[in-house]
């Protein structure tokens, strides 16, 4: 009998426990020792906790600062007891505010993605914007939540780092065309030399992949218009010199061997001794040997 009322007891004393931990929590709360209540909550919380001590522990680590802590503790509200979703928001909202106030990119990536999930409509766009700007989202979810982002941007600085961000999480989705209009736009747009130079760099890399995979799938003509894009953005750069060759391929594709050969030689004129000079004159001589062999018949 005794053997078969210790699974009992044994339960029946954490219950016991972790509703002792939430009393104590609540004393040392309303004594106004928050660290206490702090330690309390958690040990309450640990396992699977009823919903109100989830509620306690976030404000009572909000008031603490332990910010991501906070927002973990009202997702899990919200997961534990739907009818009380709108507090959690609440909570949730509090803590981005101040992981935004604080610039605590965790908490705030905590806090906001809890609240994309519980009550998305409460997201600000600002707070959207912070979440971008702290670096920690995937290149899927940035791509995901540019538009939103862009619409909140308010100055113009803003929207070029909007735009550049945005294209660079859509390249490394693999959307290297709609990637390669923002990096355009922001080119046009901006005179920042450090914005310009992430915009050239991913529309480089954008462009010459484009136009090497048109050419690949027989489109010379859409392949010169992706490295002329490239070209435009900025000829002597390593992206505009390598265009430069992918260029003349497309023109000779086109039966253009004079706009080939222009291509080509403009791709050497920065420095003859290099790897893409080599390429490009590596080019030229197959044309001239290929169009010389008939004379010699």
């Not at 005794?2 to 939430?22: K, N, Q, T, V």
């Not at 979440?131 to 989202?137: M, T």
């Not at 893409?276 to 030229?284: D, F, G, P, T, W």
């Amino acid at each position: 009998m005794i053997r078969r009322l210790a699974p009992l007891l044994l339960l029946a004393a954490c219950a016991g426990s972790a509703a002792d931990h939430e009393r104590l929590g609540d004393n040392a709360y309303a004594e106004g020792e928050y660290a206490t209540a702090l330690e309390e909550y958690r040990t309450a919380a640990r396992g699977t906790a009823e919903p109100g001590v989830y509620a306690k522990l976030g404000l009572v680590a909000l008031k603490t600062g332990n910010l991501n802590e906070a927002g973990e503790a009202y997702r899990l509200l919200a997961e534990a007891d739907k009818s009380r979703a709108t507090e959690a928001a609440r909570g949730l909202e509090q803590v981005a505010r101040e992981a935004e106030r604080a610039d605590a990119g965790a908490a705030l990536e905590t806090a906001v993605s809890a609240l994309r999930q519980v009550a998305p409509e409460r997201v600000t766009p600002r707070q959207t914007i912070a979440l971008l700007r702290s670096g920690r989202l995937e290149a899927g979810e940035v791509a995901a939540l540019g538009p939103l982002a862009l619409a909140a941007a308010g100055d113009a600085a803003a929207v070029d780092q909007m735009l550049v961000q945005y294209g660079a999480a859509l390249q490394k989705t693999t959307a290297c065309a709609e990637a390669a209009e923002l990096f355009q736009a922001a080119l046009r747009r901006s005179r920042d030399l450090a914005v310009r130079q992430r915009s050239g760099e991913g529309l480089g890399a954008c462009g010459l992949q484009l136009g090497r995979e048109a050419l690949l799938v027989g489109q010379p003509d859409r392949a010169v218009e992706w490295f002329a894009k490239v070209i435009a953005a900025d000829p002597a750069s390593d992206y505009g010199r390598l265009a430069l060759v992918g260029l003349g391929d497309a023109r000779l594709a086109q039966d253009d061997l004079l706009g080939a050969a222009l291509a080509w030689q403009d791709a050497m004129a920065a420095d003859p001794s290099d790897s893409v000079s080599s390429e490009a004159k590596m080019r030229l001589a197959r044309v001239a040997d290929a169009t010389a062999a008939p004379d010699s018949e």
